[in-house]
């Protein structure tokens, strides 16, 4: 049975897309069998691919919220490498609805159980979420055992990652075995003192959860996305592409944290 990771983030714009798509695409380069979900209602990640909501067929809405059971998971191949995308829908907006109305309770419960059953026939499922802590947000953190934290080079990002940490905290009430793949910095300029020093505040709060690799920013994300490919595929031998090929080498053999700790944490 396979590792379901929700991609979490308080924070928009911090490379969460981006990151579920290219990790994706580089635990597939390795031989991984990998699913990624969009539960995002913008759907960004099924854009980035090619997959657009209803236009695609049968989407993640029907799939987690409809009335059949045992439904089969809606996945489209995309590339190459055997990589497996669930697009969204802007039908997710009702499921929102859905999630706060009568019969609430029923409803995540459905989500969630379908989610976890489709790790039996993967070793990865990548749950991309929207921003925040919204009820889908809720749904993918009751569902996943792990949650990867994107975290943006930025000062203006931390406050968005205590938050965060907080939250799964919290979480661990609903989803007691729920624990921290990692945080992975992204869109590094390195020319800049500041990432420089947004990174060394990160290590020396929280330690050895934050991964090894750094991810670099770059336009040629944007490019992949308008090829419609993970950038593991567009730019093989790219440095972009070499970095999030460390980071699913590095998700490949990292225990996982039940806790997290460091003094960002327990602010």
Known sequence: MGRTIAVINQKGGVGKTTTVINLG???AGLGQRVLLVDLDPRGDLSSYLGLRGK????????????DAENKDVPARAVG???????????????????????GSARAMQT???????????????????????????????????EVLIPQQC???????????????????????????A?????????????????????????????????????VRYQEAGAA??????YAPGSAQAAAYEQAAREILRKESK???????AKR
């Open 182 to 218: 990692g945080i992975l910095l992204t869109m590094q300029d390195r020319r800049t003192v500041h990432n420089r020093e947004v990174i060394g505040m990160v290590r020396e709060a929280f330690g050895e959860a934050v991964l090894q690799t750094v991810i670099p920013l770059s």
């Open 228 to 233: 419609g490919l993970p950038i593991g595929e």
């Open 25 to 27: 695409g580089a635990l």
């Open 154 to 180: 930025s000062f203006l990002s931390l406050h968005g990652l205590r938050q965060i940490t907080e939250n799964i905290e919290r979480m661990r009430a609903v989803n007691p075995g729920l624990r921290l």
């Open 111 to 145: 989500a969630v159980g379908r989610l976890r059953r489709a790790r039996q026939d993967c070793d990865f499922v990548l749950i991309d979420s929207p921003p925040g802590l919204q009820l889908l947000s809720v749904c993918a953190l009751s569902a996943a055992e």
């Open 55 to 66: 236009d695609a067929g049968e989407s993640v809405y029907e799939w987690l919220f409809g």
């Open 258 to 264: 039940p806790r997290l700790s460091g003094p960002a």
């Open 80 to 102: 190459e490498r055997g990589l497996r995308v669930v697009p969204s829908s802007p039908d997710l907006v009702g499921a929102e609805l859905m999630l706060m109305g009568e």
